[in-house]
């Protein structure tokens, strides 16, 4: 029989609560959950305040969907105790529920003898910690961030969630402002810890890029005793970063990149159309292996997951084979083929979020990309940039021009600025949203195109991605034909 992954008074235990429950209860809990649209028969269900509801309200529904109990602040106990079976949890002024499942997180990182990796980055950190899921779990029972559940009620969920039993465990953290790294990686104690890059993302809350660095260097504030960080050679902050390594329990600090000096160094990386061919020297070491994403921050990104490999000790030679069978996730360089007109034509999904260095990147791709037709980018608006977006905007254009992009259709205000800067022949239309562009942008495809989706989440680019699939019939079955293998 399956362990469970939590008994109902192990978890009441671990948040400091008291299980209302009668003799009857099921102990067993499978799963844990915040939300009642994704919960699964068996979970524990959290009563988290968020910004616009209160998960009080759902308590009813989550058990009456199979929830195995619910967690619930205590002056709400008596008046949900005819739902079922639930955990009372001490008030608090903040959310005494949502800190009740970091004391579970707490308790779940104690009892696990899993190794333990944390990832953040300006750029790059989901791919990077998927790349580590992937190759960790041919090698072990590997648990792992779910999308981009890196921030203060994603990381402690993740952890809840981490079965005592896993070999690794690896873990996105993010931020939008400063000190919010910090609490989140002393909760993970990762033993490696890994910066992608420093980049102007958020920049608008911060006075400095130096200060997205100090932001991004809390990661390490959170290491093991003699852990290690693992950094970005080829980027401007290296040295503050590395700093800020020095300053923790850093047993040593383990650089990538293609600079002269770095520890894990790519000496040569071919791309091709929808992959990358490797050749790395990792602390001396020479490895050559075949990355299934395409896209040159891919590669370099995954010189990370070698140093990270090599710092844990684990297969280098199975890391390196199971990269080759890595694919990237939905939002970020998804391809789906789109039989348009008797042809085909090549939908890259970048939607899931922007600023200039991913569109920069998701740019350079898209020229590698092998077509007999146009290579079209439908962009939108990069938030979160301060007083110099509308500059950074305008800037995309040189990228536009360096990588060969034939036609550019934007949404928003700041994608304008684009749009404007842009020579006329490169101009493929420009709306104020991502929904009326659905239109032109279907209307524009012939066979043969390669056409690019990428924008900040709040400009919903993911739609017009959905709406191409839709309109040309591309299901589940259809984008996994896209792969090779794996």
């Known amino acids: 029989m399956t362990e469970p992954l939590w008994t109902l008074d192990a978890a009441a235990a671990a948040m400091g609560g008291r299980a209302a429950a009668d003799a009857s209860a099921p102990q067993a809990l499978s799963g844990l959950s915040i939300d009642t649209r994704t919960l699964k028969v068996g979970d524990l269900f959290f009563a988290i305040k968020g910004e616009a509801r209160d998960g009080h309200d759902f308590v009813r529904d989550a058990l009456a969907r199979g929830a195995g109990a619910a967690v619930v602040a205590e002056e709400r106990a008596a008046d949900l105790g005819e739902a079922g079976p639930l955990i009372a949890v001490p008030s608090r002024d903040d959310d005494g529920v949502l800190a009740a499942m970091r004391g579970l997180a707490v308790a779940a990182r104690a009892r696990t003898a899993a190794r333990v990796l944390a990832v953040t980055g300006s750029v790059g950190k989901t791919g990077t910690k998927e790349a580590l899921r992937h190759v960790l779990a041919a090698q072990g029972t590997t648990h792992a961030s779910v999308a981009s559940y890196n921030n203060h009620w994603g990381v402690p969920l993740t952890l809840g969630r981490m079965p005592a039993s896993s070999a690794f465990g690896v873990f996105e953290v993010g931020m939008n402002h400063a000190g919010e790294i910090a609490p989140l990686t002393r909760l993970v104690r990762p033993e490696i810890a890994i910066v992608t890059t420093v980049e102007p993302v958020h920049i608008e809350h911060f006075r400095s890029l130096s200060g997205i660095a100090d932001a991004k260097g809390e990661i390490f504030c959170g290491l093991e005793p003699g852990g290690v960080a693992i950094i970005n050679r080829d980027n401007p902050n290296f040295e503050r970063l590395k700093a800020h390594a020095l300053a923790s329990n850093a047993g040593r600090v383990v650089s990538f990149g293609e600079h002269r000096e770095a520890d ?138 360096e990588h060969g992009i034939d036609l550019v259709f934007t949404a928003g205000p700041l994608m304008q600025e684009l749009f404007e800067a842009l020579p006329a022949s490169r101009r493929a239309g420009a709306r104020q949203s991502s929904a009326e562009l659905v239109d032109p942008v279907i209307e524009a495809l012939r066979p043969g195109d390669a056409v690019m989706v990428k924008g900040s989440n709040s400009t919903r680019m993911g739609r017009i991605v959905e709406a191409l699939k839709a309109r040309y019939g591309v299901g589940a079955e259809q984008d996994l034909a896209v792969g090779r293998s794996g």
């Open 264 to 401: 894990v160094r790519a000496e040569r990386i071919v791309m091709r159309p929808d992959l990358s061919i490797v050749d790395v020297r990792a602390m001396g070491l020479p490895v050559t292996y075949q990355l299934g994403t395409p896209g040159r921050h891919t590669a370099l990104n995954s010189l990370a997951v070698i140093a990270a490999v090599q710092a844990l000790g684990a297969d280098l030679a199975l890391a390196a084979l199971s990269l080759a069978q890595l694919r990237p996730p939905a939002g970020r360089g998804a391809r789906h083929v789109l039989p348009v007109a008797g042809g085909e034509a090549l939908l890259v999904d970048e939607s899931y979020n922007a600023n200039p260095a991913s569109v920069r990147a998701a740019l350079s791709t898209l020229a590698g990309v092998e077509t007999a037709g146009r290579r079209i980018a439908v962009l939108g608006d990069m938030m979160e940039l301060g007083a110099d977006a509308p500059a950074l905007h305008r800037g995309l254009a040189e990228a536009v021009e």
